[in-house]
DNA sequence: TTTAATTAAGACTTTTTTATCTTAAATAAG
DNA sequence: CTTATTTAAGATAAAAAAGTCTTAATTAAA
């Protein structure tokens, strides 16, 4: 959000700034940030002047994809009771509240970019930190 | 949903028996189930015959309530970013859908109840463990 | 070509959560 | 009244998650 909320999409950032900007710790920053450049997201370069940014465009990545990667592929795929091979055959009690309540929530997820996001924040002075 | 299933709302049912029956270990659901007996979901009996039971009739109890028993009373109060003092006032980027998804949510765990869930494992043979 | 700046990767530490164990208290039955 | 059975509560232990640190690799600029 930090990132596309800059706008710029040619440069780098680097991380030391994100992080003190965020006000979030530069080593776990790093750590966050590497699964998304890992998974084809953002692009990073080392040395002066690197940094990451976006290799996707951000009008292409939505919420859904950050949180399936930062969550865990499966994040969607759980069932509420924790029961294994839960499904149509053999359903939990639960099942199908839990089915159609995460189904609002990918297509929720799904239908919101990070282009969005970032010229929300952007326009509306709308901040990422505490204070 | 053990409980509620046995659909036999006077008598106790022992934690030690209901551990064996889902397969889960007797001393983690004898804490698990301390919280519901505290806020007067359940009451318990000690000694022989002992057990727990309903205290609140399982119609007037919803799943909304166990969630926020179980998970904490601020379990849907949360931002989605962490921040402090996100609301209307001061939002972070998601905040507008963060709380749509919320409210989604505790609308339909509030309009589900234990009973309904009972009724539905006991007639339709659910099942509420593993095999 | 050397140096400073920067991310990557993995080891390590701390914190939090989850799970278990022990002892105490209560209760029904003999 | 004593004993066996059962939950309650708190202490302890184990596992998982979160966070930090160190070293390596890369890159741009002097």
Redesign the interface.
Known sequence: ?YLV?KREKQRYFSIREMSETLDISFHFLTKALQPLTQKGILVSSRGPAGGVSFLKAPEEVT?MEIILILEGEDFFNSCM?G???CGLQ?????HG?WM??KS??MK?FSS?SLAM?GD??FTQH?????V
């Open positions: 959000m909320s919420l009771l029961l294994d091979g053999r359903p939990c009690p639960v509240v159609d309540i609002i929530l929720e919101i996001i929300k924040t709308l901040r990422l930190m505490n």
